[in-house]
């Protein structure tokens, strides 16, 4: 900055701007209930578990990019009322990043809980909690094990016959 006045005296000074992002990223994990599965009999380390089901978060920030990490993730079986995870269960996970993998879900009524936590560019950080429930197979004993395919929570053959 410069003034200068009538008589051609001046003065001058210099400003310094810093802008500080302390904003922390958004975190999303689209999350549902699950319905019961054994995914033991896959024992390969690979990508491609037969009936695993998995959740992927993400991190967005208005100033830089976001990381996200999954962790912390705790098994509640039917019955318990605490999450102290000291209980016989027989579900199991896979962490990689972003992304939690349920291998085995475990009984109906287990909730498998877990934490994303995102993190941007300035070290701002964001920590959500997610959980889903585990269903019972209705038709785990229907020995033809009919496949029924929803959208928006109505059969198939609703909307064919709805348009």
């Not at 904003?23 to 390969?44: H, L, N, R």
């Not at 920030?61 to 990381?67: F, L, N, Q, T």
């Amino acid at each position: 900055w410069r003034a200068v006045d009538e008589c051609g005296n001046w003065s001058s000074c210099t400003q310094t701007i810093t802008v500080v992002d302390t904003t922390p990223p958004e975190v999303e994990c689209t999350v549902y209930d699950i319905t019961e599965f054994d995914g033991d009999d896959d024992d390969d380390d690979d990508d491609d578990d037969d009936d695993s089901v998995s959740f992927t978060a993400t991190a967005t920030d208005v100033c830089s990019d976001a990381r996200v990490q999954i962790g912390q993730v705790v098994f509640v079986p039917p019955g318990d009322d605490d999450d102290d995870d000291d209980d016989d269960d027989d579900s199991k996970v896979r962490i990689r990043g972003a992304t939690i993998t349920i291998i085995n879900s475990g009984a109906p009524g287990t909730v498998i809980k877990w934490t994303a936590r995102g993190t941007d560019e300035c070290g701002n950080t964001t920590m959500v909690d997610y959980s889903i429930t585990v269903l019972e197979d209705e038709d785990k004993d229907d020995h033809h094990h009919h496949h029924h395919y929803y959208h928006h929570g109505r059969p198939w053959w609703w909307w064919r016959w709805h348009r």
